[in-house]
């Protein structure tokens, strides 16, 4: 499952979390703000063992977050 890297800039802290749904709401953590950004640059994570990184060439063609995760 995919663990996006989200920003909230009223704390001003980053945080992961795992995103079951793409349209499901993300709060802050800490301040439970919904206003949160979600930081795409330098994603990445481990998936079976394998690195899996945003904007490589390795997602297919289809797949819109730079891996896989969300669309197999
Ligand atoms: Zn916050």
């Known amino acids: 499952m995919p663990i996006y ?3 909230c800039p009223k704390c001003d ?3 992961e979390t795992l ?3 793409s349209s499901e709401k993300i709060e802050c953590p800490s301040c439970g703000s919904p206003k949160v950004t ?3 640059s330098g994603f990445a994570h481990k998936s079976d ?3 899996v990184t945003s904007g490589g060439g ?3 063609a ?3 977050s730079g891996n896989c995760s969300t669309c197999h």
């Open 62 to 64: 289809s797949c819109a």
């Open 38 to 40: 979600r930081l795409m």
């Open 13 to 15: 802290q980053d945080f």
């Open 19 to 21: 995103v079951f749904n």
């Open 49 to 51: 063992g394998k690195m």
């Open 5 to 7: 890297e989200y920003h």
């Open 58 to 60: 390795d997602a297919c």
